[in-house]
């Protein structure tokens, strides 16, 4: 069966009900805790262990960090759904051939999400690089 295009439409002047529950990344990062723990995230983040506590209990997130929440989720979103956890960990510091043998941790750190989710695409979809 052939999937049909995806062709969103929205009202430009239709105002979302609750912007936060999309702009507020604590959601994200309550999931990546439940999946990992508190104390795996937190240099999988770059940050010590008390700030992810802090930001669980409502402290500030800055943007940088914040990019950084959705861009980890992102990719380990992904990754999920395409290898099993002890290969996705595997993968994640292992060398990629569709990242030019870069390890996707030290991409994701350098360039953010995009170039990984766009390998793990092409994973998907059975390519080879």
Known sequence: M???RWSPTIDP?????????LADVR?????LITAYGRNPVA???????????RWKRGANISPVMAHRILDLHAVLARAFQIFAPSVTAQ????HEPFLNEARPIDVLAGRGAAP???????????AYA
């Open 27 to 31: 959601l994200l990062l309550a999931r």
């Open 91 to 94: 993968w994640l510091v292992g």
């Open 43 to 53: 240099p999988l983040l770059d940050v010590d262990a008390a700030m992810v506590t």
């Open 116 to 126: 990984l989710i766009e390998a793990l695409d092409a994973i998907a979809a059975g």
């Open 13 to 21: 002047f239709l105002a979302p009900k609750d912007s936060l529950a």
């Open 2 to 4: 052939a999937s049909r």
